[in-house]
């Protein structure tokens, strides 16, 4: 029993310099969170929303007076400057590569989306005093695609990602035109189908998940396609019977719109 009083008291004292040997040891810092890279190339897909109105115009030209009076003219023209809003649903796909310099991010993207914009207005309005009949103005306007290429400038706080873009951007501006009335059974109709660049601008947060390659972003653009038109003579009386190819029409659309979308994108290592 002595001796193992002995041998207990040995090893209960070899414990004790042991965990005061350790007391005085550097305690080691913290681990610190990784530091988020956003540069790299990335896939990704987006869905939104276009809110926008489109602006269409119906115009008599050269001469003013040669089938309507001068008096019908000015109202007419009137009645076919329309503005009507073209809400409509987003979406698609999206490409970009990232260049990080510190907490500045370059870079560029591009996107090819479906922007299902469509807007018509039907009007009807008597002739003035003194003529018979009125006429009416149907008139449509409609874009089915989007495609952007943007640079992109941001600052990074870690994983956030704020940034400002705009550049190029494409879609097909697609308008109808029907012209009657009941005077004379007129007619004239015209169409526009083009594909048309303008620009595109705006800005948006990403958040990055760390630790794994997926992001999600919230994004604003405005696009502006300024103005597409086209020139008719294909007037006819009387059912189609008369030409009256000294009367001419100029027909125009005005397409512009604020896009506000969410999307994902996958880093690729």
């Keep these: 029993m002595k001796k193992f009083a002995t041998f207990a008291a040995a090893i209960a004292a070899f414990g004790f310099v042991n965990a005061a040997s350790a007391a005085d040891m550097p305690t080691k810092a913290p681990m610190m969170a990784p530091v988020y890279n956003w540069s790299g190339w990335y896939v990704g897909f987006n869905a939104g929303a276009a809110v926008d109105p489109a602006h269409v115009q119906t115009t008599t030209l050269n001469p003013p007076a040669s089938y309507f009076t001068v008096t019908s003219a000015t109202p007419f023209n009137a009645a076919g400057d329309q503005t009507f809003h073209t809400p409509g649903f987003t979406g698609g796909i999206q490409a970009g590569y990232n260049w990080q310099m510190n907490n500045t991010v370059l870079g560029i993207e591009t996107d090819f989306n479906y922007m299902g914009l469509k807007g018509s207005s039907t009007i009807s309005n008597p002739y003035p005093t003194g003529i018979l009949g009125g006429y009416t103005l149907s008139q449509s306007v409609k874009t089915d695609w989007l495609f952007t290429l943007r640079p992109r400038l941001g600052w990074a706080a870690n994983n956030w990602l704020f940034y400002v873009t705009g550049g190029l951007a494409v879609t097909r501006i697609k ?6 009335d009941t005077n004379s059974a007129a007619n004239e109709s015209a ?9 595109a601008l705006g800005g948006g947060v990403e958040y990055g998940i760390v630790g ?3 992001s999600v972003k919230a994004e604003y653009l405005h696009v502006d396609f300024s103005t597409v038109s086209t ?3 294909n ?14 029409f100029t027909h125009s659309a005005k397409l512009s719109d604020d896009i506000v979308r969410v999307g994902v994108n996958y880093k690729l290592h």
């Excluded at 308008?175 to 009657?180: I, K, M, R, W």
């Excluded at 169409?191 to 620009?199: D, E």
């Excluded at 007037?235 to 001419?248: C, D, H, K, N, S």
């Design 175 to 180: 308008a109808d035109y029907l012209f009657t």
């Design 191 to 199: 169409s526009i189908n083009k594909t048309k660049a303008g620009w």
């Design 235 to 248: 007037l006819t009386l009387g059912g189609g019977t008369i030409a009256v190819p000294t009367q001419t």
């Design 212 to 214: 794994g390659p997926w």
């Design 231 to 233: 020139t008719s003579s």
